[in-house]
């Protein structure tokens, strides 16, 4: 693979630096060096910068004669939908134990687990010539130059399986008014154990319209062909994507945090790191769930109807049996929620609270305290 950075692709020739201290963005430089066909690689392991990265691009750069290759890996992260739940799609707690962050992308789509160990790929053309066949057809053809014998083969899903039955790769798509990219993963040499610990969600009876992810066996690429590391298969499908669509691009470094670059990437970025848009965008649902509540000397079991639109409480009903705790307390503890976030930091901070306004009865504090650790953990 041949790579250059950012700046060598500004210092091709004079005309073009000259252009690039006037105006030192990266879709002006990509605009002098007049190619219809460029390859980038990410500088970033940050899923948030990386997403932002494509969402410049998509905005900033004209893509209607000019298609654009973006290679990408991330640090761990599960990036989930435009239009999905993410109560109903991962475990939010195993997440925050781990560190792991959760993103929400601007396209469509089901969730995804993303490591160092899963490359991202993502194809920019004008919206007239989106075509997810061709790209996938980059993909597998890669594959099959590094291993002729492997049986790789896009689905009617615009998936791709291994050997018929494992899926190694994902996609999802956006679509603007001129421009469009898909972007697909592939897995090379993920921790699967950890992709199934964060895939696999707690939160018990969401009632929801949002878009539901279609669980799959996956498999990793390496454990076909440990020769199939994620640099040769980048290098791979860059290759492939030249020889596809007739081009003859380098590979060039990108810094998706170079605010100079990219005016207003930052922002993004930030934008999409932001409650209101990773919870607070979730399509309007509803839990309706039954648990358990102990004890050291009885045990009872108690309901819960919420209903929260933009990742706001908007009603709450938390029935106790009245033997177990007294009616008006639970009745209180739920209109203490309606209006909170669907989150366990606030809605710790309001059981705090709230349990520092209840009679001081030690018992009743120890019954009090349990049935708000429990609503706090179904967050």
């Known amino acids: 693979m041949i790579l250059r950075t950012f700046s060598n692709l500004c210092s091709q020739s004079q005309a073009c630096f ?16 007049g190619k219809s066909g460029l390859i980038l690689k990410s ?7 990386n997403l932002a990265l494509e969402d410049w691009i998509h905005d900033h750069v004209d893509l209607q ?16 939908g435009r239009h999905q739940n993410p109560w109903q799609e991962c475990n939010l707690q195993v997440m925050r134990q781990k560190g792991i962050p959760l ?48 049986d790789v083969r896009a689905t009617e899903r615009f998936d791709i399986l291994l050997n ?16 469009a990219y898909h972007h697909c993963t592939l897995l090379c040499s993920a921790d699967r154990a950890l992709l199934s610990a964060v895939l696999k969600p707690t939160c018990q009876g969401i009632q929801s319209n949002a878009t539901q992810s279609v669980p799959s066996p996956v498999k990793n690429l390496l454990d076909e062909d440990p020769t199939l590391d994620c640099d040769t298969i980048m290098d791979s499908v860059a290759s492939q994507y030249n020889t596809e669509f007739g081009f003859s691009s380098p590979v060039t470094l990108v810094d998706p945090s170079d605010e100079l670059s990219m005016p207003g990437i930052q922002r993004m970025a930030r934008e999409l790191l932001a409650w209101e848009w990773t919870f607070g965008r979730t399509p309007k649902f509803s839990i309706c769930t039954t648990f358990d509540l102990k004890n050291d000397t009885s045990i009872c079991n108690a309901t819960l109807n919420m209903d929260i639109k933009n990742g ?29 976030k669907l989150c366990p930091y606030e809605t710790s901070a309001i059981a705090a609270e709230f349990l520092r306004t209840i009679p001081q009865n030690k018992e009743l504090g120890r019954k009090m305290y349990n049935l708000c650790r429990k609503v706090v953990f179904m967050m």
Request: charged share 25%.
């Open 18 to 33: 000259r252009s690039a201290r006037a105006k030192s963005t990266l879709s002006a430089v990509i605009d002098k060096t």
């Open 43 to 49: 500088l970033s392991t940050d899923i948030f910068e």
């Open 65 to 80: 004669n000019r298609s654009m290759l973006l290679l990408w890996s991330n640090a761990p992260a599960v990036v989930i």
């Open 103 to 150: 993103a929400r992308r601007r396209s469509g789509g089901g969730t995804v687990f993303h490591d160092l160990g899963n490359v991202n790929l993502t194809f920019f053309t004008s919206k007239k010539k989106y075509d997810r066949h061709r790209n996938l057809q980059v993909v597998t053809s890669a594959l099959k130059g590094l291993r002729p014998d492997m």
């Open 164 to 179: 018929g039955h494992h899926k190694i790769s994902g996609t999802a798509a956006k679509l603007g008014r001129t421009a």
């Open 312 to 340: 706001i409480i908007e009603s709450c009903d938390i029935e106790v049996p009245s033997d177990w705790l007294p009616v008006e307390l639970s009745r209180e503890f739920s209109l203490h929620l309606i209006g909170g």
